[in-house]
């Protein structure tokens, strides 16, 4: 599949009134009785909220608190793009089964969203097979469809003629064709979204058997017709839907709502566009330092760099070289000696105390260089990465001094910081700081409570995205 010119492909697609769509989901969402549930695989699926809840863990009590919520949706943060296999299945058992008696002991009905990368990455068709498996083990539903949705705006993740598109500039990189595409444990090839279904379910989902949500029925707003098609679905078919921008999914939301009123049952699979369209949060103007920082120490902030996709790296160089920070290089290579890496994260994290103590903000990263043992020995690579991943959040748990705010860049890296480095349980959605990039102000049982936490996805961004949002955070 070719490169496409972003301009050249969007400028054939039709408008359409938006105020019009707006009034009819209006009217849909303010009758649907259902509560959003969305498992999340890294923190970053709330990029695109505000005002919502985040709970860290899936018990009883924090799947009891979301349905008690006036919020129409809140988010579990399973981390499960960093579990095995194994793993992923007991946890999204042990969520679907307690989901499922809570919502009949609240008498809530519910829609499962597990919300995925927008460029394809993690456990699929893993995570949706146990979670349909585990309710309709539990309960009378039987799944008709499953939705998938990978449309990320603020990321520049479109989705066009059922191909998932990248952007990167003014060109539209086909998702099979980027490094995404290459990952060491959910790589794929295929851009087409029927062939990645596919590909991911071994031929048990043929491309053919797909239904397409095309632009054309979005853009002529054609609810009917939407709704007809998912009417149709059956033995858990695929839905592949187009979208480049909101207009789209609030088009197919209204149709989706509907459907649901005439007993269909969907899981759904997207990324983080559906999450706010279908939970009704309203659009919000990107976060102040006001209303960031609400506690100023006086101290300097720390910002945490574990991903290691290019863009990553292409925004630290950035940040490094503005000289807003002082920056310290984790050289986690040195895990291979144990004597030498206890002493490398006792010498990252005292002179990280040290420089935020002066008031001065700090970015620490693990070195550049990936830790290659060579040839088949990818299981000692995963668990010396765990080591690593471990002491990273350490240094987090371990901090004498308060800093001002907290960045963490990369979905596994944000996830360790917020849940083990800062123990948190439950956060509130802030908003965000910039498109995509999401700050949750943590709650009281937090080792630093009401602290601006920003998420930072590896792959959010432009090379400067990263030194602008220490920039709003440092006042300048």
């Known amino acids: 599949m070719q490169t496409q010119n972003a301009s ?27 509560k959003i549930v969305v498992l999340d695989d890294d923190p970053t699926g709330i990029q695109t909220v505000h005002g919502v809840s985040v709970y860290t863990d899936w018990t009883t009590n924090s799947i009891q608190a979301g349905f008690r919520e006036e919020n129409k949706i809140f988010f579990l943060l399973t981390n499960s793009r960093g579990f095995t296999s194994a793993e992923t299945i007991t946890a999204h058992t042990e969520i679907a089964e307690r989901v499922q008696a809570i919502s009949e002991e609240e008498g809530v009905p519910y829609v499962l969203i597990s919300r995925g990368d927008s460029t394809l990455r993690g456990h699929y068709p893993l995570e949706t097979v146990t979670l349909k498996n585990a309710i309709e083990a539990a309960s009378t539903t039987t799944f008709d469809g499953e939705v998938i949705m990978p449309f990320f705006k603020e990321g520049g993740r479109l989705t066009i003629e059922n191909v998932h598109y990248v952007q990167y500039g003014e060109n539209l990189v086909p998702a099979g064709e980027t490094e995404f595409a290459k990952d060491r444990t959910f790589g794929f090839q295929a851009s087409h979204l029927g062939e990645w279904v596919e590909e991911k379910t071994k031929g048990e989902f043929k491309k053919d058997d797909s239904i397409y949500i095309t632009l054309e029925t979005l853009r002529a707003g054609d609810v009917e017709a939407i709704k007809n098609q998912l009417l149709s679905a059956k033995g858990f078919q695929k839905i592949i839907v187009n979208a480049v921008d909101y207009v789209d999914v609030e ?30 949060v309203s659009d919000k103007a990107l976060l102040t330092r006001d209303e960031l920082i609400t506690e100023d120490t006086g101290h300097g902030g720390l910002i945490v760099v574990g991903s290691h996709v290019q863009k990553t790296t ?31 994260i006792e010498r990252v994290r005292t002179s990280i105390e040290e420089l935020i103590s002066a008031g001065k903000s ?19 690579e995963l668990q010396l990465a765990i080591k690593i991943s471990d002491a990273v959040t350490s240094i987090v748990s371990d901090l004498t001094v308060r800093p001002n705010y907290i960045i963490a860049k990369g979905g596994i890296t944000s996830s360790s910081v917020g849940t083990t480095g800062l123990s948190v349980k439950r956060a509130d959605v802030a908003g965000q700081i910039k498109p995509g990039i999401p700050v949750w102000k943590t709650g009281a049982e937090s080792k630093f409570p009401g602290c601006a936490y920003i998420v930072f996805p590896g792959n959010v961004g432009q090379a400067e995205t990263l030194k602008e949002a220490v920039e709003v955070l440092e006042g300048k």
């Open 251 to 280: 088009v197919f939301v209204t149709a989706f709502l509907q459907t649901l009123k005439e007993g269909k049952h969907f899981l759904c699979r997207s990324a983080s566009a559906l999450t706010k369209v279908i939970g009704g």
């Open 362 to 380: 700090v970015v620490y990263y693990t070195r550049r260089e990936r830790l290659d043992l060579g040839e088949n020995r990818q299981e000692e």
């Open 314 to 344: 292409e925004q630290l160089n950035h940040l490094i070289e503005s000289h807003l920070v002082e920056a310290i290089e984790f050289d986690v290579h040195l895990v291979l000696n144990e004597e030498k890496f206890v002493h490398e």
């Open 8 to 34: 050249e492909l969007l400028a054939n697609i039709p408008s359409i009134d938006r105020d019009m769509v707006q009034t009819k989901l209006t009217d849909e969402l303010t009758n649907s009785p259902y």
